[in-house]
C-alpha cells in the first residue's frame, strides 16, 4: 500500500505560480513512477504530467509542455509539479497517483495504482 497525500493548491491569479507537492508513505518510493492528474468541474480527469521513478524521464499533456515541471526527491519521497503561467482554464483540483510501472510515463489513469485525494487549485482571471 502507498498512501499519498498531496499540497501547495490554492487561489492565485493568471499569470501566477503554485508549486503542488505529493508526499507518499508506505513500500519504498522508486518502486514507483508518478503522475499528476486534474479534475475540472463538470469535466473528466485528464492527464498532466508523469515521471519515471529515477527522474530521469517525463512526460507531459500537450497543453501543459513548456508551463508545467514535474520533479521529485526520492530522499523526500515526494514528487512536485511547478505550475508556471496559470491560466483560467487550469482550475481543477488536481491528483497525484504512483505507478508500479516504475520504468514508464504513462497518460492512462488505468495504469496508476494508488491516487491521493486531490488538492484544489484556482486560477482567477
Known amino acids: 500500500q502507498v498512501q499519498l497525500v498531496e499540497s501547495g493548491g490554492g487561489l492565485v491569479q493568471a499569470g501566477g505560480s503554485l508549486r503542488l507537492s505529493c508526499a507518499a508513505s508506505?513500500?519504498?518510493?522508486?518502486?514507483?513512477?508518478m503522475g499528476w492528474f486534474r479534475q475540472a468541474p463538470g469535466k473528466e480527469r485528464e492527464f498532466v504530467a508523469a515521471?519515471?521513478?529515477?527522474?530521469?524521464?517525463?512526460y507531459y499533456a500537450n497543453s501543459e509542455k513548456g508551463r508545467f515541471t514535474i520533479s521529485r526527491d526520492n530522499a523526500k519521497n515526494t514528487v512536485y509539479l511547478q505550475m508556471n503561467s496559470l491560466k483560467p482554464e487550469d482550475t481543477a483540483v488536481y491528483y497525484c497517483a504512483a505507478s508500479a510501472r516504475r520504468a514508464t510515463m504513462s497518460p492512462m489513469q488505468s495504469n496508476y495504482d494508488y491516487w491521493g485525494q486531490g488538492t484544489q487549485v484556482t486560477v482567477s482571471s
Open positions: 515521471i519515471s521513478w529515477s527522474g530521469a524521464g517525463t
Open positions: 508506505g513500500r519504498t518510493f522508486t518502486s514507483y513512477a
